[in-house]
């Protein structure tokens, strides 16, 4: 090896070796130091959906689509929607000890900063990715995200079609509303003749009616039979739950049930409470007992409302029993025999006919508008619900069970890229020393 080959090597080994220790040190503390993230990711289905003709899709894969529905997905609106649902304006103010909750632009900006919206490759796919430190945060995240924009998208479909038949009826409803204003009173008239006729038969145990009052009748007992079968059945699947399951059920099914769904929200909302108190204080400490006795009495509280549910549906079980029992007895008693009716009270006849009149009329101007039963039902349909974008939840997010930060393959390639450096800088070391020279080359005899 050349001397100038050696004084070149002589300058790498430092330089290697610097570079190698530091990153296997970058690595090291990438690995040990950077706080875990986890990553969940709910994935939603988008297409262009014909409602006429048969919900056929107007076009599999549209590569400008998915694209635009990201931006509206990752939206502003669509943002605050789920910041509202997931509550996070008073998580993240606990997490961050803030003393009051935080403002909507802040935790969207935060939260902006912690989301990925993006289609899946050449599909109609849209993946909602959310990540956070609490991983059962990340999915909550990542649905509510998801929830929102399907939601979104269909109130903007209702909207547009309830635009456009407004738009049609205040073209083309007035008659249809002077029709119906005629058939009403109509209708008035012959409910008074009706009772007026039916009066000198009060004394008669067997109860007279006209043919269509009679049918009226029957299909309300058959109204009156389903909604009987209905509330038993969902008497005996309540009966047969166990307690927690009618717990986490009940506040689903009884939507109009205020006490309950908020007994419910205020239980899991202490649950948050009582995990961030066992973290943040130790369940030794005083906020761990006072969070575990709010629990204690909301999970009471919510026993004795579900007890109060479930008495109401027994309730609503026997009033639907005794409803049903009375109008089969009032069947019992009936009959269709209206000749003595229309021969005592030909004005009532009469008034009937002028009734039907009215409604054949509605019918042929209905189908003037464009009902199903014309040719032109289509046209007349697609006029009012238009082609528009369908919004799917396909896959919620569920909670991760691994961190996504920090990257493990990431941070040994980072270190072994330096340990690589390290012995690289030693070989180099070693092949840039120089052996010592002998007595026999410089002339001199070796010392005794």
């Given at each position: 090896m050349s001397v100038l080959s050696v004084k070149k090597l002589k300058q790498w080994p430092l330089p290697l070796l610097g570079c190698g220790l530091m990153l296997v040190s970058t690595g090291l503390a990438y690995l040990l130091l950077t706080?875990?993230?986890?990553?969940?990711?709910?994935?939603?289905?988008?297409?262009?959906?014909?409602?006429v003709h048969t919900n056929s899709i107007v076009n599999p894969y549209d590569p400008e689509l998915a694209p635009a529905q990201c931006q509206i997905a990752a939206s502003d609106p669509i943002l605050d929607q789920a910041i509202a649902d997931a509550n996070l304006n008073a998580r993240w103010a606990r997490r961050y000890n803030h003393d009051t909750p935080l403002k909507t632009p802040e935790t969207r900006s935060l939260l902006k900063s912690l989301i990925h919206v993006?289609?899946?490759?050449?599909?109609?796919?849209?993946?909602?990715?959310?990540?956070?430190?609490?991983?059962?945060?990340?999915?909550?995240?990542?649905?509510?995200?998801?929830?929102?924009?399907?939601?979104?998208?269909?109130?903007a479909h209702e909207q547009l079609v309830r635009a456009r038949t407004t738009d049609l009826l205040s073209r083309e409803g007035g008659e249809w509303n002077s029709l119906g204003g005629k058939i009403k009173t109509a209708e008035e008239r012959v409910y008074q003749l009706y009772l007026g006729a039916m009066k000198y038969r009060a004394t008669n145990q067997v109860q007279i009616y006209d043919p269509a009052s009679y049918?009226?009748?029957q299909a309300r007992r058959i109204d009156l039979g389903t909604e009987?079968?209905?509330?038993?059945?969902?008497?005996?699947?309540l009966g047969a739950m166990s307690h927690d399951e009618l717990a986490d059920l009940l506040p689903i099914i009884e939507t109009n049930n205020p006490a309950l769904t908020g007994a419910q929200k205020q239980l899991l909302k202490a649950r948050d409470d009582l995990r961030d108190a066992a973290r943040d204080?130790?369940?030794?400490?005083?906020?761990?007992?006072?969070?575990?006795?709010?629990?204690?009495?909301?999970?009471?509280?919510?026993?004795?409302?579900?007890?109060?549910?479930?008495a109401n549906h027994e309730r609503n079980l026997a009033e639907a029993k005794a409803a049903l029992d009375d109008l089969e007895d009032?069947?019992?008693?009936a009959s269709t025999n209206t000749t003595a009716l229309t021969l005592a009270d030909s004005e009532y006849a009469k008034a009937r006919q002028d009734l039907e009149k009215l409604r054949r009329q509605r019918e042929l101007l209905e189908d003037d508008l464009g009902s199903p039963k014309t040719g032109a039902a289509d046209q007349y349909l697609s006029s009012i619900v238009p082609v528009s974008v369908v919004a799917e939840?396909?896959?919620?997010?569920?909670?991760?069970?691994?961190?996504?930060?920090?990257?493990?393959?990431?941070?040994?390639?980072?270190?072994?890229?330096g340990v690589v450096a390290v012995l690289a800088s030693l070989v180099t070391r070693l092949l840039c020393r120089q052996p010592k020279p002998s007595s026999a080359t410089n002339g001199t005899a070796p010392k005794p």
């Open positions: 706080p875990p993230a986890f990553r969940a990711r709910a994935a939603v289905r988008v297409e262009k959906r014909d409602w993006h289609p899946l490759g050449e599909s109609m796919i849209i993946a909602i990715e959310a990540t956070s430190e609490d991983r059962m945060e990340s999915a909550a995240i990542a649905n509510a995200i998801a929830r929102a924009y399907c939601g979104f998208e269909r109130a049918q009226r009748l009987f079968v209905r509330q038993r059945d969902l008497c005996r699947r204080h130790g369940a030794n400490s005083q906020e761990f007992r006072a969070a575990a006795q709010a629990v204690a009495g909301l999970g009471k509280y919510l026993d004795q409302t579900v007890a109060g549910t479930l009032k069947l019992k008693n939840l396909v896959d919620e997010a569920t909670p991760p069970l691994r961190p996504a930060i920090p990257n493990p393959l990431a941070g040994f390639v980072v270190i072994w890229t």
